[in-house]
Every structure is written in structure tokens, then in C-alpha cells.
């Protein structure tokens, strides 16, 4: 039976405070089930927190969280700015990041408008997760009909909305570690980011067989990365 959310205890508060943990409201922290094990050390939560049961130990430690969901079996360490409006699911790493934030409505990359065969017009497409060559190539190519294109709009605009929502995604098994600013980025399970500069408007697609790995120094703006592809060595990608 699934354990209902409850406001923390008075003695769960005084063990969070006697390790140097605050909050702008206590009753905004919401647990489901016991702190068990985990522990959590120099934290500030503000605004809605959810810490879901802890099935495994978590380690939380030196960060600021808004509007954060938390699964169980974390390592979140040394944030140095703030990790707000985010839903961050199980066994995932964070540690010596910058700033993770999402702003509400985002799409996260869909709906992104790239320029295909730009030297014989206009042939842009607007991208979304889970679009394939096919669609890319008919909505490129046959833009003169316009009944045609007119479908395929209005299934990219249910698409695009499917997409959008309050809060990013840290999805189950991702690494986080020595990046500096992730903007209204999706992560999918088992990612891994490691010494990233930026990434703003994007959704980074990923499985435990084909992991993406976005690597050092890379700057990434409107954007979506299918699985197994790995980024680094300094590359700049925009509106791709």
C-alpha cells in the first residue's frame, strides 16, 4: 500500500535543523512515508517539496531547492546556485552543478523551428521529440500543399503541447555533475552530463542501452538529442 504525503514531525524538523537544513515554510515539505537513512545536510527548501518514499537512502547536501520533487536513493551535492521547479526521480546523481531551473510552460526544445534544404527556400520544420525522418522529409518537401502541411501542424501542435509543462525532468539512473546552467532542459534515464557550460530549451533523449552523453564545455540552445548520441570537445549547437 502507497504511503500517503504528510508534513514532517516536529523531531524531523529539529534533526534537519540540527544539520543545518532550513526552509522558508515547513509545511511545504512533504514526505511520503520515513526519512529512513537518508540524510540531508546544509539544504534551504522553499516553496513546494516533495520527498517521495525513500526506498533507498538519499544523500542531500550544500543546495537550495524550489519546487523540487525528490525520488529516492539521490546523491545531490554542492549545488551552488539553485535546482527550482523540478521533478527529479530515482538513483539520479547531481553534484558540483550550477543552476537547474525550468520555466513553466516550457516545451523543452518541441516546436524548435530548423532550416532543412535552405538553399532551395523555405523548408524549415519545427522539431519534437519522437519526430522521424519521414514526417521531417514529407513537411520539408511538400510545403505547396498546403492541406497537407495543415495536418501535420496540427499534429505537431498536439505534440508540442503533450510536451509542455510546469516543471523539468531528471529522469531515473542521469548524471549531473560540473555544469554550470541547465535552462528548461527534459533528461532522459541513465544521461549523462558532465562539465557542460550550457543548456537552454532542450530535451536530451536516453535509454540504459543507448545513454546520450553531453561532455565538456558544450553549449546547447533549443534543442533534441536522441539516445546514444554523445556531445563534447567544446561544440556549440543551436536551433537543432
Not at 555544469?179 to 549523462?192: A, D, L, Q, Y
Request: charged letters at 20%; proline letters at 2%.
Amino acid at each position: 500500500m502507497k504511503d500517503s504525503l504528510r508534513s514532517l514531525r516536529r523531531e524531523e524538523i529539529e534533526l534537519l535543523q540540527a544539520e543545518g537544513c532550513s526552509s522558508d515554510s515547513w509545511h511545504s515539505v512533504m514526505i511520503e512515508g520515513e526519512l529512513g537513512e537518508s540524510r540531508f545536510s546544509n539544504v534551504h527548501f522553499t516553496g513546494e517539496i516533495r520527498i517521495n518514499k525513500q526506498s533507498r537512502p538519499s544523500v542531500v547536501c550544500n543546495a537550495t531547492l524550489k519546487n523540487v520533487t525528490l525520488g529516492f536513493g539521490l546523491s545531490i551535492k554542492n549545488v551552488n546556485g539553485v535546482i527550482e521547479n523540478c521533478n527529479i526521480s530515482d538513483n539520479v546523481i547531481i553534484e558540483n552543478v550550477g543552476v537547474i531551473t525550468c520555466t513553466p510552460g516550457s516545451s523543452f526544445g518541441n516546436g524548435t523551428v530548423v532550416e532543412v534544404l535552405s538553399e532551395t527556400g523555405d523548408r524549415s520544420v519545427r522539431i519534437f521529440e519522437g519526430l522521424d525522418s519521414q514526417m521531417a522529409y514529407i513537411y520539408s518537401l511538400y510545403k505547396y500543399d498546403k492541406y497537407l502541411i495543415n495536418a501535420l501542424d496540427r499534429i505537431i501542435d498536439a505534440e508540442i503541447a503533450s510536451k509542455t509543462e510546469t516543471r523539468s525532468l531528471i529522469s531515473k539512473g542521469a548524471i549531473i555533475r560540473n555544469t554550470t546552467r541547465m535552462t528548461n532542459v527534459k533528461v532522459g534515464p541513465f544521461s549523462i552530463v558532465d562539465s557542460a557550460l550550457c543548456l537552454e530549451n532542450g530535451t536530451i533523449v536516453s535509454t540504459e542501452t543507448f545513454p546520450a552523453h553531453i561532455g565538456p564545455g558544450v553549449i546547447m540552445r533549443n534543442f533534441i538529442v536522441n539516445k546514444g548520441t554523445v556531445v563534447e570537445d567544446n561544440a556549440s549547437i543551436y536551433d537543432s
